[in-house]
DNA sequence: TGAAATGTTGGGGCG
DNA sequence: ACGCCCCAACATTTC
């Protein structure tokens, strides 16, 4: 019998591992829930309510297919392949088929539990599913990691415009015959994570056919126009599928799919929308590649070894104030808000709170990479390394550090009308366009706002950040 | 996937 | 008509 191993691709359809495991024989699901490894690794208790939520309704479909789905807990990590191995005793399995994870400690994981399978002449199946392309397989002539975005996309696009098979999803998996094992029931809850409003769960439903339902709609209502939305964060203009993506509710090769349907089969489309759209997948693979391709980013390590030294600021106050949308700074409490009221921020609003965060509070970004993992629905290691330390530029390829985002004026820009400042701080939706933007800069005779002063001045900061920057260049 | 400082140009007000 | 100043608008450089 075959074991199939659910990790952080809860889906049926287009599912690589879970179509062999099914079509060479019988097969059982497993879940583990390594609740202690999850606090470790700052997850937040919203996505973990998703990953339960969504597992309620895998059981179901599950069922529907006579596929048993197992519940084992395991809060030792280094235990999981022992784990792994009595449940195949337990089931006489000889096969167990998963899809490849790309963090180090769930790479060590994989590489223990083959070598614990191997020992006892179990088959383990790790399939390539994730990405687009397999990690290691976009390298330079050198057969280097690419460093750079544009290089790596370059490659990325020679091959997906002439390779078919890039597109091609796995058919739903056929009916088992019937075996009488009984799925396990899925916690509602797990101890040690805090409860989730039921607003968030609202907001974020699970299921497969919810997640085809916004990439559908994504693609045919607002793709079209996502190279000039995607900036506004008052405007519906992304996918917002990250969500499902991370937990894999939906395939690569689904959005891929999708994509190529709205232009008419043809790629490179004529669809600027649709480019641009790809590229943002293509910044996926490009952070999941360099996540493995140089492991220390993983370890909270800058990946520019030079840059350890940089004397970040230990402000205790400034932290609880950025975290909780008391900056002073509307555009950035406005984001830090929606952060913790839908689980999920807009990303060019990532970018800004990063960007003030490590440059204008000189904060270590890794306070702000944990804060947003802790928090967000969709956190990705990968992605979410990548995205800080491209801001805190201290990554490779990031931003030049002298390029330092000026709040106001990209609130300015990109929330005009401060529609998308309004909705979460109603303290200020009074303001007019001009004023909601600074509001004590326009602060009228007389007027009280129940609205914290900004905590930083921005010109002084942009230099003290320039300067801790210059300080450790060679 | 910048922003600020500095430099240049040219139109218009004004004595 | 002319020189002078102001300053907006744009360009360049600096961080």
Aim: hydrophobic share 40%; proline share 4%.
């Amino acid at each position: 019998m075959n074991l199939y191993w659910f990790r952080t691709d809860l889906r049926i359809t287009d599912n690589t591992a879970l179509h062999y495991a099914t079509q060479n024989g019988q097969t059982v699901a497993l879940f583990i829930i390594t609740a202690k490894q999850w606090l470790r690794h700052d997850d937040a208790a919203c996505k973990i309510d998703f990953w339960l939520r969504q597992l309620q309704q895998l059981r179901q479909q599950l069922d529907a297919l006579n596929i048993p789905l197992l519940i084992r807990y395991c809060d030792v990590w280094e235990e999981i392949p022992h784990l792994i191995l009595e449940c195949c005793k337990n089931y006489a399995i000889d096969r167990v088929y998963c899809n490849q994870e790309y963090a180090i400690n769930e790479l060590k994981r994989d590489q223990d539990t083959q070598q614990l399978l191997q020992q006892h002449q179990i088959e383990f199946l790790n399939h390539h599913d994730r990405l687009i392309f397999p990690v290691g397989s976009i390298k330079n002539k050198s057969t280097e990691y690419y460093k750079v975005f544009s290089a790596f996309k370059q490659v990325c696009y020679e091959r997906l415009y002439h390779q078919e098979h890039y597109f091609q999803t796995y058919p739903y998996p056929q009916k088992q015959t019937y075996i009488n094992i009984k799925s396990d029931v899925t916690p509602n809850s797990i101890v040690g994570f805090g409860t989730v409003s039921p607003q968030i769960q609202q907001q974020w439903q699970v299921g497969e056919e919810q997640a085809w339902l916004r990439l559908d709609q994504f693609i045919d209502e607002r793709i079209n126009q996502y190279q000039s939305n995607r900036d506004y964060p008052a405007i519906d203009g992304t996918s917002q599928i990250s969500t499902y993506l991370n937990a894999g509710l939906l395939s690569i090769r689904q959005c891929l799919q999708a994509a190529r349907i709205n232009t008419d089969g043809m790629l490179p489309s004529h669809n600027i929308g649709v480019n641009t759209w790809l590229d943002e997948l293509l910044w996926r693979e490009f952070y999941t590649h360099i996540l493995y391709g140089f492991p220390h980013v993983s370890r909270n390590q800058p990946f520019k070894a030079e840059l350890k030294n940089i004397q970040w600021r230990d402000a205790t106050e400034d932290l609880h104030a950025w975290q909780h949308g008391l900056t002073g700074f509307p555009i950035i409490d406005a984001a830090m808000r929606q952060l913790l009221a839908t689980g999920w921020m807009h990303n060019r609003l990532r970018m800004i709170v990063a960007m003030f965060f490590s440059k204008n509070l000189l904060m270590d970004w890794r306070l702000g990479e944990q804060w947003f993992m802790q928090h967000l629905i969709d956190g990705d290691l990968a992605a979410n390394n990548g995205g800080w330390q491209w801001c805190a530029s201290t990554g490779t390829d990031s931003v030049p550090y002298f390029r330092i985002f000026n709040p106001i004026t990209q609130s300015q820009k990109f929330d005009p009308e401060g529609q998308f400042i309004r909705i979460w701080l109603p303290e200020l939706a009074h303001l007019d366009n001009k004023a909601i933007h600074e509001p004590y800069k326009y602060l009228k005779h007389n007027e009280i706002l129940d609205y914290p002063q900004p905590i930083v001045d921005l010109k002084q900061s942009r230099s003290r950040a320039i300067a801790a920057f210059q300080a450790i260049k060679v």
